[in-house]
């Protein structure tokens, strides 16, 4: 059996008035989601319009990934991609 490695994808252009509740809502159809949040403005605790979306696995997010990338939601042509790492410098001083 193939191990379940969770995955997070990278969703921007969305709409100011799309919710944590909605995003999880729009990629649950995919699969499992283990965590969707929205990325606020500290100061206004408005959405920037980003956020991010967690699988349970590869194949579930992929499949989100090609349903959701240029869909339009609340209409704006939304982007969908796989999230990139942050990597620690080790060994520097």
Known sequence: MAKRIPIE???SRL???TTNEELWRLFSAFG???QARLVK???TQRPKGFGFVRYES???AQA???AMNGRIVHGKLIFVEVAKTKKRDEGSS
């Open 64 to 66: 989100a990934l090609k």
């Open 32 to 34: 499992v989601v283990t």
């Open 15 to 17: 709409s100011h008035y």
């Open 9 to 11: 994808l990278f969703v």
């Open 41 to 43: 403005d500290t100061r």
């Open 58 to 60: 590869e194949v579930e």
